[in-house]
């Protein structure tokens, strides 16, 4: 005979009520059933565990030893039980989740503020990626969850859409154009970028509409973030593009905000997921929550 739940369980239940018949009628089986459970008991355990008098059952120094372990271990094992659950219902896992520069320095604090507000015991890991690598690590079930710049792509994946961005130029507050309240993309050709790192949405995009116009971007220096993309812009080293609503976060002392008046400068962001159906529950109750938000 091994140590069993049920056996302790019994045990706690005749200690409790003190006679066998009221154990066994609080656990629903026969008086008998508990009888023999509690002698296999102190039989495996070579201890007397129980005083046995007409007017009931008392626990031995040994039996309240066991009566206190007895509690903690039935009490933990309920627990694993309740924290199991949890992962069945979704109130607690963990999500990981793709999402780019833009979609992470504009939208996804408040979101994930709001959510984990919602759902304290599931953890959502966040990481940064470039759009297509998003688009990509879903499709390969690396990752559950990603929010990228709507662009071409040939993964198989669902897509939903999340957000819209819009494009601003920053430029340092003595610069020539830092009077104009717009300009036309060609117009700020003539001056040197800082622009974000190669291999982003936004380089590409604005690499490639400097083509469209058949000019080229000339590009004096490239950052890893908006923040240093902004605070290079402010300390003159060129001038940059960013989305509207990244360039409100941070600082602007030293640049001013000129508003482009190209139609590509409104982005469309999405969501994608390998497969709606498919996802943890923890991960569809946090793609529900997104696309609520």
């Not at 019994?10 to 656990?27: D, H």
């Not at 039996?63 to 094992?77: D, H, Q």
């Not at 409104?266 to 997104?290: M, T």
């Amino acid at each position: 005979m091994k140590l069993d739940p049920v056996s302790l369980r019994l045990f706690v239940s005749v200690v409790e009520e003190g006679t066998i018949a009221a154990a066994a009628k609080r656990e629903h089986i026969a008086a008998a059933a508990v009888s023999k459970r509690l002698s296999e008991l102190e039989e495996l355990l070579d201890s007397r565990l129980l005083n046995r008098t007409n007017k009931g059952i008392t626990p031995t120094d040994a039996g309240l030893s066991l009566l206190f372990m007895a509690r903690s271990a039935l009490n933990n094992l309920n627990d694993i039980v309740l924290q199991m659950r949890d992962y069945s219902n979704g109130t607690r896992g963990s999500v990981h989740v793709l999402a780019n520069i833009s979609a992470i320095t504009q939208f996804m604090p408040g979101l994930i503020k709001s959510f984990m507000a919602l759902y304290p015991l599931i953890n959502i890991i966040l990481e940064e990626q470039q759009s297509l690598a998003i688009t990509k690590a879903v499709a390969e079930n690396r990752a559950e969850i990603g929010i990228f710049t709507r662009l071409p792509h040939g993964a198989d994946i669902e897509v939903f859409p999340f957000r819209t961005d819009r494009l601003v130029l920053i430029v340092p507050n003595d610069h020539p154009l830092a009077g104009r309240e717009s300009v036309r993309f060609s117009d700020t050709l003539d001056h040197e970028y800082v622009a974000l790192r190669s291999g982003t949405h936004l380089n590409f995009q604005l690499i490639k509409a400097a083509n469209d116009v058949g000019r080229s971007l000339r590009i004096r220096m490239e950052v890893a973030s908006y923040d240093a993309l902004s605070l290079m812009v402010q300390a003159g080293v060129g001038i940059g593009i960013m989305p509207e609503g990244s360039a409100g976060i941070y600082r602007m002392d030293g640049a001013k905000v000129v508003q482009l008046e190209e139609e590509w400068a409104s982005r469309e962001l999405n969501i994608c997921v390998r497969s709606r159906d498919g996802l943890s529950v923890a991960g569809a109750l946090f793609l529900r929550h997104v696309l609520a938000g």
